[in-house]
Nanobody, 119 residues
Framework: QVQLVESGGGLVQAGGSLRLSCVAS????????MGWYRQAPGKERELVAT???????KYADSVKGRFTISGDVAKNTMYLQMNSLKAEDTAVYYC?????????????WGQGTQVTVSA
């Protein structure tokens, strides 16, 4: 089994910053990539940022220049530094990883951490 645990969410004023963390554990042979997704009330879950095992990253247009994804996929850890937060960044943020368990690749999800940005 695989567990992804997020931390670092909370309430912050617009313009402020938060740092999210994600740690993966369990019977993991290898992780190919990790990413952050978010889901606001009444909206679909959307990609925020991803980081590959190689270290390459990708961002949603809405967060480019404000959010930075980092971490060490080989060590099962990932972070999201969120600066210049806006009210529209309010959502539950989920950690995601593409993991190899045994000989099977699959997507694993964390339980999510709430980020609330007050205007």
């Amino acid at each position: 089994q695989v567990q992804l645990v997020e931390s670092g969410g909370g309430l912050v004023q617009a313009g402020g910053s938060l740092r999210l963390s994600c740690v993966a554990s369990g019977s993991i042979v290898r992780i190919n990539d990790m990413g952050w997704y978010r889901q606001a009330p009444g909206k679909e879950r959307e990609l925020v940022a991803t980081i590959m095992r190689s270290g390459s990253t990708k961002y949603a247009d809405s967060v480019k220049g404000r959010f930075t994804i980092s971490g060490d996929v080989a060590k099962n850890t990932m972070y999201l530094q969120m600066n210049s937060l806006k009210a529209e960044d309010t959502a539950v943020y989920y950690c995601n990883a593409f993991v190899l368990v045994g000989d099977t690749w699959s997507r694993a999800w964390g339980q999510g951490t709430q980020v609330t940005v007050s205007a």
